[in-house]
C-alpha cells in the first residue's frame, strides 16, 4: 500500500463547469503524475509534478491545469468541462521500493468522472 | 509513431497453461525501462515486473517473467500456470532514460491486452 488516496471516486458534472480532483500521498515522495484512461488508449499524461509548486505538461494536458503547494497534495482542474474529458483519473507516485534503484509507479484508486 | 504496441486487445488462455503477452517498444534513448502493470475489474493499477535496458537476465517475478528481446525491441510477459485470477488487462509501459534519472520520468503506457482464463 503505497498511501495514495483520491477524492472523489466518482463525480458526475455538467459541461462547462470546473472539477477539481486531488491526489493525497502520506509518504513524503517527490514526484506524482495524473494520468487519463480511455478505452483503446491505455494511460496517457496529463501532467507531473516533481516538487512542490514544480510541475510540467504531460501528452494530452489541454483543458487541465495542476498544482502542489504541499507535497503530499496534488490536484487537478478541469476549468470547464468538456464531455471530452470524460476518463478515468489516475493519481500515480514514483516509488523505489527495498532499495532498489528501479523507481516503479503506483497508482490510487482512481476517479471515475462523468462530463454530462 | 506509438512508443509502446500491443497488438492483442484480447486473449483467453486456459487455466493451468502459460500464455505470452506482447509487447513492442520504440525508442532511441539506450536507457529504459519495461514495466508490466495488471489492472483487474476492480481497476486498481498493480506494477507487476520490470526490466532494464542494461540488464542482462530477463526479470522474474513468481508466475511473471519478461521475455525481453532487444534487438526486436520487444519485452512479452509471460504468465505461468495461469489461474482464474489472472483475468484482467495487463499493460505494457516504457519510461526513457536511465535509473539515474530517477523518478522524474513518466511512464508511456501501451493499449493494454485483455486477458481471460478459462476455467
Known amino acids: 500500500d503505497a498511501g495514495i488516496t483520491q477524492s472523489p471516486r466518482h463525480k458526475v458534472t455538467e459541461t462547462g463547469t470546473p472539477v477539481t480532483l486531488r491526489c493525497h500521498q502520506t509518504?513524503?515522495?517527490?514526484?506524482m503524475y495524473w494520468y487519463r484512461q480511455d478505452p483503446g488508449h491505455g494511460l496517457r499524461l496529463i501532467h507531473y509534478?516533481?516538487?512542490?509548486?514544480?510541475?510540467d505538461k504531460g501528452e494530452v494536458s489541454d483543458g487541465y491545469s495542476v498544482s502542489r503547494s504541499k507535497t503530499e497534495d496534488f490536484l487537478l482542474t478541469l476549468e470547464s468541462a468538456t464531455s471530452s474529458q470524460t476518463s478515468v483519473y489516475f493519481c500515480?507516485?514514483?516509488?523505489?521500493?527495498?532499495?532498489?534503484?528501479?523507481?516503479?509507479?503506483?497508482f490510487g484508486p482512481g476517479t471515475r468522472l462523468t462530463v454530462t | 509513431a506509438q512508443k509502446i504496441t500491443q497488438t492483442q486487445p484480447g486473449m483467453f488462455v486456459q487455466e493451468k497453461e502459460a500464455v505470452t503477452l506482447d509487447c513492442t517498444y520504440d525508442t532511441s534513448d539506450p536507457s529504459y525501462g519495461l514495466f508490466w502493470y495488471k489492472q483487474p475489474s476492480s481497476g486498481e493499477m498493480i506494477f507487476l515486473i520490470y526490466?532494464?535496458?542494461?540488464?542482462?537476465q530477463n526479470a522474474t517475478e513468481g508466475r511473471y517473467s519478461l521475455n525481453f528481446q532487444k534487438a526486436r525491441k520487444s519485452a512479452n510477459l509471460v504468465i505461468s500456470a495461469s489461474q482464474l485470477g489472472d483475468s484482467a488487462m495487463y499493460f505494457c509501459?516504457?519510461?526513457?532514460?536511465?535509473?539515474?534519472?530517477?523518478?522524474?520520468?513518466?511512464?508511456?503506457f501501451g493499449s493494454g491486452t485483455q486477458l481471460t482464463v478459462l476455467p
Open positions: 500515480a507516485i514514483s516509488v523505489s521500493t527495498s532499495g532498489s534503484p528501479i523507481y516503479e509507479q503506483y
Open positions: 509518504e513524503n515522495h517527490r514526484y
Open positions: 526490466q532494464g535496458s542494461y540488464d542482462q
Open positions: 509501459a516504457m519510461r526513457e532514460g536511465g535509473i539515474s534519472s530517477g523518478s522524474a520520468r513518466q511512464l508511456t
Open positions: 509534478s516533481y516538487g512542490v509548486k514544480d510541475t
